[in-house]
């Protein structure tokens, strides 16, 4: 039953074609159906342009190719995460403008521009975190955020990372994506007041892991306003970087 | 070397009484000393009258009272975290306007008030959760920001949580605390298009694992915008709800 | 808005005092609210005088002893589970007809009486784990199941078990308590084709770390039928097997 | 020593051509051969034409082969979890009828067909859970009972899941299949009374830890009536669900 | 049915009061229930006077007396483990002879006189690991073997351990009790062509992990011959170098 | 300095040619040095025509052939694990009388015959723990014991196990080959009073965790009389048995 | 054997009343008794006046006291650690000169002087660790090294840290002791080029684990030259960097 | 801003071209740019010719070899750590003078010579342990120290390690690279005064646990003076070795 029903099913009450126990009965399967939930769904209602994302595996790739042409002929934006060549060709041959970083394993078709808006610092520990970096970078970008990318400013070597101390200033939110040990979060938690979303990455030797020891690290920073995500998952912090910049832009 | 020193320096300088050579000397040791790092000391001054927090455990009851006294003194702000009742005791035989939370280990000393901004809503999945959930609320409210109690919608009876629909769309940002399956923050990140804090619980039965298990749940969380903070950790959930709150209000 | 409001309204409708818009906003909020949901909260009402469960940690005594006398006087059986000798006295004091096992610490108030269907067997492995097995054992027979005790009969002993196969081969859902190697859940389920559910417990030497051991143990169970549920979790096993019981009895 | 050699070896007793004394001797070793057991091997004899069950992994497909040829040369119906290509090759060249879904990794042959009974939902909460919820679904199919997938309704978008509120009301038996943060077996288990098998997967970012993290969410569900069985085990779950069903239609 | 009804019924078959079937219907059952299983029950039976073992946690100090009485009662020696000063009183009021170690936390009463047999060395890495070497040498004087202690001769000062060179090639069977890095199993191990029981305890600083350590340390021990048991488990080691002793005393 | 060159000293100053504080000095260094370490390597010498074990994991191929050239030159026999068919092919390329066998990863090569002594059983739980199982016996077989193998009796059909009751008596010393649930070993430690001798494997589910399930099991295993080896360590299980085997044999 | 009877020995041979074999027999043990030993005891030796340590823990006050007293009236002086107020009261009734420091749970008797030498830091990341930091502070005074301690300067505020530059550069050697994310070590690291050692500490939220985070964190530190000793371990990093400077005092 | 350009803004003060404040306004940035931090980025200053070290996972062979050409062009030593063939072909391709060690993943260039100081005994347990043992020698080879090679010393075979005393004895540093139990670190430990790196490795049989077994037992050495490094980091033990090393050549 979705809304004009319903409003004929009333019209039909108020014109008293049907009794009110009849529509009492209708209307006890109604909360599940669908009335109201379109509005549930919202995230992709974000804001205009937001792009349709499709997580890639576990999916052939014969599904995501019509998932992507069906969400282009929609009007909208497409973003594809954890994705690999072999989807990209298998995109690339039906549907045009799509655009693939392997490194971020992350595929994007553009069908609408998008207003930017929002200043996101991405910062890594190390060139090895630079994938998973990317990741929230270009979803970030797709999704219409502004990206300043401050990579290999590991805690080792603390004077790399101060030199960019006002482009941290700058940022509204900013990104950490940090291996080994994690570190960096709680040093540019220290250096900001706006809210750091930590991403711990699998890079690293032995007893990383897997990306365990930086988690931890995270998620015991000494530093307020730090939020971790799930291990390498680019995609997340970018996720919940936007919904901050989004409610930074509309909210108040 | 403080400001007014520095600038007595270069006035030297100025007036030929010193060498540059003599300066540059001074001034090699000048960055890890103090001018530029007031501003880097960034947290106390987020905003007018944003409290001294103090984390209580390993302090003495004599050191706590000694810092809380010296704040006071300063006309600031006091909130002190995992306290006790004899901290309080302590405290309240020096210093007049102390709140005691039992239940939430939260002590409070209101100097000055606080204008409130910001909408948070702090849920809960039980009511065994509603102490953490309580340090996090009553650290927002010192800190100025309002906060709206949802407690006891655990998703096993998904309906007390969508009766709360309203309630849950109308903050700017959301605490979600939880324990035995944490799976309370992936609904509400569903419900929701804005940030949603995780804080998982040391609450429940064996495989709870102090905690790890609702902290996997969060981290792995199928919704988008879901950031995490340790386990049992209250107020580090306010710090990071408010480092948003306080980007929203200002940083546009 | 409850059942009456709504047919109300729609009565308002078919009298023409409102007009169909009006109507359309109003039930817009509706599937959130209370309408249909009643069917939702489904366990109480799983059969008649289940009883209203009560988990007692992270509550105070006053707290449990008022939803105790609201159930009372609503005129619903009680279960509470974890409770303690406070907690009995505190209820006693208020409430007559309670009756308490401190091993298995539940208390429990039978304001009606149950008719009893099903039959469940309930083993342990060890006398340690007997506290966990009565928590299930007088759980079920709270709700209204028959409970068959076949406590200490651990597979180091398989004699002891199999002396036993008749008792087990009556049940029609076992449920398997088990600390130290929680090896009895795999010999119990290759002895009955009826469902068993498998609670470890916390019982044993170091490297049982609080439980986990038996948890993997029956876990990895290769014995096909067994379900697990969480450590020292003996209610859990009592929901499960009752669910069981409820549909043996009524779903086909 | 089978049934008929002892009732020829008391017929000897009872024709005294052997001593009392003989025949204790005799007994003695009797427990442990062969006369009661039988009977112990429950469950191939579940109900009529329950399949014998093949586990592949450890197995040649030589081996495999031979065991399906003896099972359908003794009419029997054939059950092979972690198949692979290789082995539905290998078994097609020899047997015929066979069947074999590769997503679940499951072949089958129906040399008998098996009356259905029993209503079993498997849901999943994402699209990559689907192989372990077909092999689930499959088995069940094999075994004589009717599914009914519900697949991707994970409770991040929790609409889509109470859409498919009355096909979760019907089921006697819930397969809840999911990875991540294992959330939906919480849920489902808040809107049904029936049992709920929930099984964890091994998909998702990193801090899945390899399923470890939705095993711990489904055990610490909060929700009633929820048994959990290994990870990404669908055979696991279709033969607790099984045995379940077949208690519902056997054991009144 | 024991053997002696069995006998009687047997007579009753040869004195053709009753049929063969009704003893066929009546040794159905047989296999569970009596009459071989005496022989199952072998630990009790390993050599003469081997004592009755009580597990104490988990019982009442009234269900332990019970027990002990029983069994001096019955004319046995009595082992009881993790035992404490109060059982120690409860039991010295009723039963005279009870000797008490409160370190190893064994109570013992040596009803009968044990021929001693069997060489074992029981070995410490440090002083703290005492406690759990105790529990192991008194539990096998208990049972009968000849016990040479050699503490305090962990690895960190490998000339202690050289010293004792000859009584560890003299004992047949060596338990090797050490916390901290446990490395003193591997060093042994290599020391003797005899078996080595490995016993890690809890003792250490914070990454002992409760045991963790050096439970992997002996787990992964380079030397051949070498079998660990649980964590802090003297009683174990004590059973297993006892069954090594018995197997060299009696199975050649 | 070896035996000679000292008795070359001692001759020299029974000869008054050296004095005895020179000696002295000599023999400071001596301990560290050759003289009576010989004994020390016992483990060749455990008896007569034990093989020299080569573990080939780390090892380059012409490594692993030089050392087996040696070997066999030295009139020794060879025992290799953890081998394959290239390590195979490079030992038959140069020696003769190699023997392999690729399911148990071993290479062994019988210069001289051993007299056989010792009765082991070799069981396993299922037909997936036979290589880990047969590595134990190829070794042991060639260490010089007899075995019995006692295949796929795991304990979810607990018939099968009690059927070769006879063997399992008749053992020495046993050993418990098991994946999954680990269940097997305290079965069996329940049926023998002989020494068990636990491996675990890393055969099945998710949650067996690479074998730490049936690891944890066998550690907690409530049957007295067993020792845990490393998971999937058949060579150390064989170990492990052969110097219990060895003991019974020569040390009473 | 001792030296004096070896001297004896040899004595005798010289004087040609024992045969050359004869002292070829007793030298075969002797490396495994005492002469060359008590070179092997070399931490006493390090320097002039290395304390005797006793780790308290296992031990009875009154041993500890007998091993105080034997060792004062050796001349030696005395470190205990893990000590506690009962252990300081045992002592102080029976010697003169015991310090003791309740924070650090150190005991220590200074009966000669130790010259001073070498410079190490101890840094901290917040007060609540300071426990383990004095903990080696005094170990490290004890053995006769002076310390600078810099406590409270943890990486969520770097400008703490950055002002003490120099006096973290003129150390020779670092420890860094820190709880929650242990990120200090990484940011010390990469300011010198001197060793570090460091420090987990249990201190902090639910999930630092009892100091497994930053144990990880260290471990996985991205600054070259930096050491890991066990959780809560003062003394362990005071053993390794008094190890450092006796190094570099006199190994050039 | 660097040295010349603040002394030419400091000339131009005391030519009065600029104000003070103008000055003050200048340095407020400062501390963040570069003046003071050359200074900082100790490591490659440790000594002459310390080589540029290239950690090289997660980087391209092109992005290595320009790193390669860069520093070589600048006059620096290069060290490139887990390097593979690839790699080794691209950089001699481009450039001259490179050496490459397959099993130790190490690449190396010696633009100039470096003065060889300080003595490192690097010792293996076993020789699976040697390609991580070899990158730390041929890294410190690298940084000018001279390393003696003490491999496949394990503790079950104390005496091959004993017998090494003397090397171990006149070493300045000990690196310790052990996997298995580890056990190597702590009698090594106690046969030196000197400082310990131990490293452990993934080398071994299943509940190694990739490394976490000797990495526990390393943290909890019974002896003194052991710093632990990351599993399989022979390279961060040649980092604090070093460290160590030129520590006891330029502190004093």
Do not use: C, K, W
């Given at each position: 039953m979705n809304k004009?029903?319903?409003?004929?099913?009333?019209?039909?009450?108020?014109d008293n074609k049907v009794s009110v126990e009849e529509v009492m009965e209708s209307l006890k399967v109604l909360p599940f159906q669908d009335m109201g939930f379109a509005k549930l769904d919202s995230h992709r209602a974000l804001r205009d342009n937001f792009p349709e994302v499709i997580y890639c595996p576990g999916k052939t790739v014969a599904e995501i190719v019509m998932l992507v042409e069906k969400t282009v002929e929609a009007g909208q934006n497409v973003?594809?995460?954890?994705?690999?060549p072999e989807i990209y060709e298998g995109v690339r041959a039906r549907v045009?403008?799509?655009?693939f970083d392997q490194r971020a394993r992350v595929l994007w078709i553009m069908t609408n521009s998008v207003a930017i808006r929002g200043r996101v610092a991405v910062l890594t520990g190390g060139t090895a975190d630079?994938?998973?970096?990317e990741e929230a970078a270009l979803c970030l970008e797709t999704m219409g955020?502004?990206?300043?990318?401050?990579y290999d400013v590991g805690v080792a070597g603390?004077?790399?990372?101060?030199?960019?101390?006002?482009?941290?200033?700058?940022?509204?939110?900013?990104?950490?994506?940090?291996?080994?040990?994690?570190?960096?979060?709680?040093?540019?938690?220290?250096?900001?007041?706006?809210?750091?979303?930590?991403?711990?990455?699998?890079?690293g030797y032995g007893a990383n892991f897997g990306g365990l020891a930086p988690l931890l690290t995270m998620l015991n920073s000494c530093a307020p306003g730090v939020g971790v995500v799930n291990i390498d998952?680019?995609?997340?912090?970018?996720?919940?970087?936007?919904?901050?910049?989004?409610a930074i832009n509309t909210d108040t």
């Open positions: 004009d029903s319903l409003r004929a099913l009333l019209q039909e009450l108020a973003l594809a995460t954890r994705a690999n045009s403008g799509a655009q630079i994938p998973v970096a955020a502004s990206v300043n990318r401050i603390i004077h790399r990372l101060l030199t960019r101390i006002n482009d941290i200033r700058q940022a509204q939110v900013l990104i950490v994506v940090a291996g080994m040990d994690g570190a960096l979060a709680s040093v540019v938690g220290g250096l900001t007041s706006h809210p750091v979303v930590a991403v711990p990455t699998s890079v998952n680019g995609f997340g912090a970018a996720a919940l970087a936007f919904a901050i910049i989004n």
